[in-house]
């Protein structure tokens, strides 16, 4: 909680000093920050922390546990369930049975590929398998592995009647939408500010994944940190690389009055140069977080979440609502949108405006990273994740209207949303198919995005 | 290190297939971006059309080849033109870049899904549909040609890629040098003012999107008949910026800047490669530095930073002047 | 000379045209005796602004009418909102007897209307020639497949080049015609430009401040060419900040004020119009207003 003081104390207003100009921008940070430490402390704890899968064994095992749901939302573990394992040639090896935690293990002789059926005749009354027809299972394990054969049991979950069905998948589009408009925050007030349609902002999210990967897994000097500190740490690494990457490139640039053509042929150059040095880096296979993996699922009868992603949900908002008020009500965030809005004007009213666009890059990278880590966390570390994220965002901003940073909010939840509940009528592994149509549909109907303006002729 | 077998790779990046291809979809991404300022960023899904044109006409369809030419060069190019220009080309230029990467991703979604499989053959793609094509080579399949670089089906594929490649630049010369030409040069510049004389700013970009589109599809018609197979991972949306090097370095706006471009892209690219890979084998580059599968990933590398160099420090490429610089407008 | 301007079928005696303005009352929106322009109820908003709301207003055929204005009083939106440039919220457009309420932008070039820009718009990466010949109408080599056959439009080209270079040679601008229009002055661009309009052969032209910018020198040579437009039978339009230009040449005056028209007449009555010396001095003056100084 102390960490919530810090942020507070920081925000105690002190109006027009010589530097107050600095000291609000940096106060921006501060507050951005301090909700992020906020939330994070608040709200993690809440989040179970369940040990991650250890694949130490030398022995190839198989194993499970078998649980229900009750009325009340509490597991119940099954005892006596029969399991037969046989092997590629059909030969059974042996069985299994669930102990009073509902576990089961089996160990198998070599790596390779195996059946495991359930007996359906000792499950207990009522409680009846999920996939009646992925019984039994095939899988395959590598030699020394530890497998885990999951047979899910009720129906709980996987619900038949589309109104829950619908809800669910708008839980789940909405936490989607809340990342990429974290993620996309940046991308808008960027092009609002210098107008670059910069294409490498997918890779600030990649990066801010894998910095946090490096903090949480790999480790630095021989020491890992919590996902939450590696999340902090990953905030603070991609908004100064944001400020970084600003300075470096884009500031001299504007300068030598690049055209904005050339500016964005050069973001996407930066795009595939940065993707394939993370690709080289990092490997392609994508990568998980050690924290909060294995989580199991609270029901809220129209709807169930892992603790996890009820963490990101209400930590996103919470960031959000963070980065509406400081963009409200801070010195800073006017200028912000100020200059966004019409750049001359700003100027001439004397806003500094480089320095704005200096925080736009620092703060929209930092929450451009902070998008990444949540992503990761919900889904997987890859390589190519922000790219991907990247035309999502597209998507949400010309939907909400370009340079609009509430604008990029509400596409963000509608392309969220759409994308998670059109899964219902369109195969999931093609579910962004959905959402990039609407992107051209949009374009068609209303090009320039919900709460965007038109431009001027003659 | 191998000397001769550097040249020989670099010589082949320089006058070989893939530099047919991609100088073959550089034209056609000169048309539109060179020409009339059209950010085509999905230049690499034309090519997939003509491909996947080409071998579901013949495999999934069982058609006769030259109707799957026709189909991947003419019907599946129109289509695309239509669907990306449509709601776009009315819009500021950054929209159709949007609109073609995404038009990438849903390509590559599409064709690698096992819910289309029985048309695309998904992850593995189509094979086998270049028999036809096979069948008219005049050249021994075992035997090496043209100092030893090419085998007999190679020697086929890059002299009917020359053929191609040459009546393409010639029809590119054409179209540029005439009133129509004119037209989309001065829509590239000032949309409005053509506008205000009476061009019909949409309905040339939409006919500039299409022809460029069809020379994209030639050439990946022809890297599908080089390769003998029609695959997502050859038409990724990272295919699309090999072209744009091509184009930049060789100078967009000039018609030979595509070609040129396309061979000094690939000579380099080349010679990298097999340098690095060398250096890989021999264990000069130790593996904690570099493995046999980042080579792979090192070239992609230099065409991101030879597209940041480029756009930032000479925009006009190799051929091109200042004055007439593409990059430059708006 | 006479011969390459574009013969205009519908050319009346602009003796007579300015002569049947003497009796038009000299009010706002009035009617005029053979309006070429006509627009009805046109308004457009952006925001909460509204930038044009022009109850009616009708140009006359065959002479130079001038539309004038403070600063921000709407004169570039009417202008877009009369070739479609941009699209009003409500009114209609009419144009030679036909609405073009729903005629794309382009189309209004090819039906005898051209207009220039405020911010000049000359292709700068293109030589003179090209810009001039690039106005030329109905070329047979714009097609995109013919233009791959150059001997089915070469004559047609050299026709063109002809007529471009006549033009030119009119404007004083023969002897830069292979220079990219990138180098030229704000001035000559502007030269440029009308000269370029000119090539679509138009009924009407509407020139959007062609002045603003070109040198003393110049600007003398550019009136003449606009009264030498009118007097082919050309219909001018154009807007203009500087008074002693629109004395000289107009024959009639628009004035526009927070977008709507606030007072019609000819060029020497205007001056002294209460509504437009309110509308540049703010209501408090009382005194008329001296036309002679620049606004
Ligand atoms: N695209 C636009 N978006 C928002 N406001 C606009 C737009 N175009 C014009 N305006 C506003 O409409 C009003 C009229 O502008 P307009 O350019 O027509 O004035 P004008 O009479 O041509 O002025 P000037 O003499 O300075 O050229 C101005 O207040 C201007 O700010
Ligand atoms: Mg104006």
Redesign the interface.
């Known amino acids: 909680m102390s960490v919530v003081q810090i942020g507070r104390s920081v925000v105690d207003p002190c109006h027009d000093q010589p530097s107050a100009r600095r000291t609000y921008l940096i106060k921006l940070a501060m507050v951005a920050l301090g909700v992020v430490t906020a939330v994070f402390a608040m709200v993690a704890p809440a989040a179970a922390h369940l040990p991650a899968q250890t694949d130490s064994e030398s022995i190839p095992e198989l194993r499970g546990t078998m649980r229900t749901v009750d009325e009340g939302g509490e597991s119940i573990f099954v005892e006596g369930i029969n399991l037969t394992i046989t092997d590629a040639s059909g030969a059974e090896l042996g069985q299994a049975v669930t102990d009073a935690d509902g576990e089961w293990v089996f160990e198998l002789p070599e790596g390779g590929t195996y059946e495991v059926f359930l007996d359906e005749a000792t499950l207990p009354d009522g409680v009846p398998l999920r996939n009646p027809d992925r019984n039994p299972l095939t899988v395959d394990v590598g030699n020394g592995a530890s497998r885990t054969v999951l047979f899910p049991l009720g129906d709980a979950a996987v619900s038949t009647d589309t109104t829950i069905e619908i809800v669910q998948l708008t839980v789940d589009g909405i936490k989607l939408g809340l990342v990429i408009g974290m993620s996309a925050i940046g991308l808008s007030l960027i092009y609002g500010t210098t107008g670059l349609t910069n294409f490498a902002h997918g890779e600030m999210v990649t990066f801010g994944a894998m910095v946090a990967f490096l903090f949480n897994v790999t480790g630095v000097f021989g020491w890992t940190t919590s996902l939450i500190v590696a999340a902090i740490l990953s905030f603070i690494v991609c908004g100064v690389a944001g400020g970084l990457f600003n300075a470096g490139v884009w500031r001299p640039l504007r300068r030598r009055g690049a055209s904005l053509i050339a500016a964005l042929v050069a973001s996407l150059g930066f795009s595939i140069l940065f993707r394939y040095m993370m690709l080289y880096q990092f490997g392609g296979r994508a990568k998980l977080y050690k924290d909060y993996q294995i989580q199991e699922k609270v029901d809220f009868g129209w709807f169930s979440i892992v603790p996890k992603d009820i963490f990101i949900i209400v930590f996103s908002v919470a960031v959000l609502i963070g980065i509406a008020i400081a963009l409200q009500r801070t010195r800073a965030g006017k200028a912000m949108r100020a200059v966004s809005d019409n750049r001359d004007l700003a100027e001439s009213s004397g806003i500094d405006v480089e320095l704005v666009i200096k925080w736009v890059w620092v703060s929209g990278s930092a929450l451009a990273g902070l998008g990444g880590v949540l992503f990761g966390l919900t889904e997987s570390i890859g390589w190519e994740m922000g790219f991907r994220i990247l035309l999502l965002m597209f998507a949400a901003v010309t939907l909400g209207g370009l340079g609009s940073a509430y604008g990029a909010l509400l596409g963000s939840l509608i392309v969220g949303i759409f994308i998670q509940v059109s899964t219902i009528v369109i195969p999931t592994d093609m579910k962004n198919v959905g959402a990039l149509l609407m992107l051209m549909l949009i374009l068609l109907i209303r090009p320039d995005g919900l709460l965007g303006r038109s431009e001027r002729i003659g | 290190m191998d000397i001769g077998a550097i040249f020989e790779n670099t010589m082949r990046g320089f006058i070989g297939e893939q530099f047919i291809f991609f100088a073959l979809a550089a034209i056609g991404l000169n048309i539109h971006f060179g020409f009339t300022g059209l950010l085509n960023f999905g230049q690499a899904v034309f090519m997939a059309a003509g491909a996947y044109g080409l071998s579901m006409m013949v495999v999934t369809w069982g058609l006769n080849f030259w109707v799957g030419v026709f189909v991947g060069l003419v019907i599946f190019p129109f289509i695309l033109a239509v669907i990306l220009g449509a709601p776009t080309l009315r819009l500021r230029a950054d929209y159709l870049a949007i609109v073609t990467i995404a038009a990438a991703e849903i390509f590559r979604i599409m064709v690698r899904s096992p819910t289309f499989d029985r048309w695309t053959g998904s992850s593995d793609g189509l094979g086998g549909f270049a028999t036809d094509f096979y069948d008219l080579s005049p050249f021994d399949p075992s035997e090496r040609y043209f100092f030893d670089l090419f085998i007999g089906n190679q020697m086929w594929v890059v002299l009917i890629g020359w053929i191609v490649l040459a009546m393409a630049a010639f029809a590119c010369w054409l179209l540029i040098r005439s009133p129509w030409g004119r037209v989309v040069k001065a829509i590239r510049e000032d949309e409005d003012a053509a506008r205000s004389l009476g061009k019909n700013a949409y309905w040339y970009k939409m006919q500039a999107l299409y022809i460029g589109g069809v020379f994209g599809a030639m050439g990946g018609m022809l890297r599908a008949i080089g390769t003998q197979s029609a695959q997502p991972d050859n038409f990724i949306t990272d295919v699309t910026f090999f072209v744009w090097v091509a184009l930049i370095l060789g100078g967009a706006g000039k018609v030979l800047g595509p070609v040129i471009g396309a061979a000094v892209l690939y000579a380099i690219l080349n010679f990298s490669d097999i340098v690095l890979r060398q250096g890989v084998e021999s264990n000069n580059i130790p593996d904690s530095i570099m493995s046999g599968t980042q080579v792979g990933q090192v070239r992609f590398m230099l065409v991101g930073l030879g597209l940041v160099l480029l756009a930032t420090f000479r925009p006009q490429g190799i051929l091109g002047n200042k004055e007439e610089m593409a990059l430059d407008d708006r | 000379m006479t011969a390459d301007l574009p013969a205009n079928d519908a050319v009346n005696d602009p003796e007579a045209a300015r002569a049947a303005m003497r009796d038009v009352a000299q009010e706002p929106g009035v009617a005029k005796p053979d309006p070429i322009l006509v627009a009805d109820g046109v308004a457009r908003r952006?925001?909460g602004l509204t930038a044009v709301d022009v109850e009616h207003v009708e140009v006359q055929r065959g002479i130079i009418t001038a539309l004038i204005g403070p600063n921000g009083a709407g004169k570039?939106?009417l202008?877009?909102l009369l070739?479609n440039?941009?699209t009003p919220d409500a009114g209609t457009r009419t144009f030679d007897g036909n609405v073009i309420d729903k005629v794309?932008?382009?189309?209004i070039?090819?039906h005898g209307m051209?207009?220039?820009?405020?911010?000049t718009?000359?292709?700068?990466?293109?030589s003179v020639l090209?810009n001039m010949?690039?106005?030329a109408?109905n070329?047979?080599?714009?097609?995109?497949w013919?233009?791959?056959v150059?001997f089915s439009?070469k004559q047609q080209?050299a026709e063109i080049e002809l007529e471009a270079e006549a033009l030119l040679d009119r404007f004083n601008m023969l002897h830069m015609r292979d220079e990219?229009a990138?180098t030229l002055s704000g001035g000559q661009r502007k030269l440029l430009e009308m000269a370029?309009?000119l090539?679509?052969k138009p009924k009407m032209v509407m020139l959007?401040e062609p002045m603003a910018g070109v040198n003393p020198a110049l600007t003398q040579s550019l009136l003449q060419h606009v009264v030498g437009l009118r007097d082919e039978g050309m219909t001018v339009l154009f807007v203009e900040h500087d008074m002693d230009m629109v004395q000289e040449i107009s024959d009639w005056v628009i004035v526009m004020a927070e977008g709507a028209i606030i007072a019609e007449g000819p060029p020497g009555a205007i001056g002294s119009n209460q509504a437009v010396v309110d509308a540049y001095l703010g209501s408090h003056h009382g005194e008329p207003l001296d036309l002679d100084a620049d606004i």
Do not use: C, I
């Open positions: 952006f925001g570039t939106t202008f877009n070739t440039f941009d794309p932008a382009h189309k070039a090819n051209v207009r220039t820009f405020q911010l718009k000359a292709l700068s990466k293109m090209d010949m690039l106005g109408t070329q047979r080599g714009e097609k995109m013919r233009s791959m150059p439009w080209e990219f990138g370029r309009a090539m679509v959007d």
